[in-house]
């Protein structure tokens, strides 16, 4: 072996060298989530990625009598059905006409599998906690409620989506074709 060889070799043996533990500990100690990033119109919306149990191509639904208009209705998954929401509605802007380019974001809120019906995923993204900023607070909205913070990522601000906060804030308020019992 030459000269040259052994010392480039010695020169990639030394950066391949594990990290020691003060490096580890520096990397443990930034606190950093990854979300999934999905578009509904032109706003961009992330979601914590341990949330999610899968991404599926948009399909037939069925829909149930006596719900809120976001909730489209339910799909069949693995002999499970899944309550479809549809963001862009909850969020106030109006019902999605589904497309095939269209899909359904499973997640987890607490005990229950819950589909949101957004425009497309766009990314995976991972942000330290320190970057997140809160939501400001000009005028209490539905739509702000749903969000537990923003971030900046290249050209977009991101708006964090609260799940707990997407079934708790459909209970406290009835929708405006959800019969209401006469006493």
Not at 10 to 34: K, L
Not at 40 to 48: L, R
Not at 67 to 74: A, E, S, T
Not at 99 to 119: M, N
Request: proline share 5%; hydrophobic share 45%; glycine share 6%.
């Amino acid at each position: 072996m030459s000269e040259q060889a052994a010392a480039q070799d010695a020169s990639i043996a030394r950066t391949m060298q594990p990290f020691s533990r003060a490096d580890d500990a520096t990397i443990a100690s930034v606190d950093v989530t990854q979300f999934i990033t999905f578009v509904i119109g032109d706003d961009h919306y992330g979601i914590d990625i341990m949330a999610v149990r899968e991404i599926k191509d948009w399909t037939a639904i069925r829909h149930l009598p006596h719900q809120p208009d976001y909730v489209r209705g339910i799909c069949s998954l693995r002999g499970a059905f899944i309550p479809i929401i549809d963001l862009r509605c909850r969020f106030g802007q109006g019902l999605t006409e589904p497309t095939p380019l269209h899909v359904f974001i499973i997640v987890q809120i607490d005990r229950r599998q819950v589909g949101l019906l957004v425009d497309r995923v766009s990314d995976i993204i991972s942000v330290e906690a320190a970057n997140i900023k809160e939501v400001p607070e000009v005028q209490q909205t539905r739509r702000l409620g749903f969000l537990s913070g923003l971030v900046n990522v290249d050209d977009a601000t991101i708006g964090l989506i609260n799940l707990d906060s997407i079934l708790a804030m459909a209970a406290e308020a009835p929708d405006k074709n959800t019969p209401v019992p006469a006493h």
